[in-house]
């Protein structure tokens, strides 16, 4: 128990708090010990009756199929590969960030009535991670096309349409946007060497959620500075790796 413990914790924060809560919120409701009609976005609930848990709880209620563990798995990797990377030393930043795309995404899934918000907010994540990969890099698609990293979300959208219809493809192609808006206007439409976007000065979390994370502005600003993105196939064996790797011939979606 100890060294699962131990793994666990190595786990960034923001990603530990993400696939911690898919796994609580959807484990709960699998088993029935919490009915997932309380775990759902009803607006009117929301908004007349306060109950704000459904804003939280609506993230992370997964597809109770087969294919959560595929989910899980993206979940994972997107968010592991943002704060490991692009966020390194600053995940205040990406949490306050992430936490700005979530409530868009509320506002976009509005017209669109949708109870819950698991699957924009994978696209989101799935999104912002591929626009930020180095030029050139490719994936496979459950190890059968191989293509661009770049047109993964498409392929990704594809599969939504053709397996879950219509009004799960229209709620992924909201978090689609959300991620797009969060790749331009903090990132400046790059590849992660910076953020250069309109909205990057206004991106940086509050003081007091840096203390929570107990993130000290000197060691945030030589991170801020500190990107370095290496094209595919020319990384040096010498140099630390964290995250997921967008190279030639990784799977996404393998067990």
Known sequence: ???????????????????????????????????????????????????????????????????????????????????????????????WQLFIACMTIVLANRPLNSWDHHRPLFHTLTYLTCSLAPPGSQTSVMGLITLPVTYFPYAMLGMDLLTNGMDSAAQSVSGMVVGHLWWWLVWGAGTGAGERGLLASYARAPRWLRNIFGERESTRASHRAGYHVVPPRTQDSSCRSTGHRWGTGHTLGSS
């Open 1 to 95: 128990m100890a060294e699962i413990l131990a793994e666990i914790q190595k786990i960034p924060p923001v990603t530990r708090f993400l696939v911690g809560s898919s796994v609580g919120v959807t484990l709960s409701a699998a088993l029935n010990l919490v009915s997932p009609y309380s775990l759902i976005y009803i607006h009117q609930l929301v908004t007349k009756r306060w109950e704000l848990w459904r804003l939280y709880t609506s993230f992370f209620l997964g597809s109770m199929r087969l294919d959560y563990v595929f989910e899980l798995a993206m979940l994972y990797r997107n968010s592991n590969n943002l704060e490991t990377m692009y966020y390194e030393g600053r995940s205040s930043d990406y949490a």
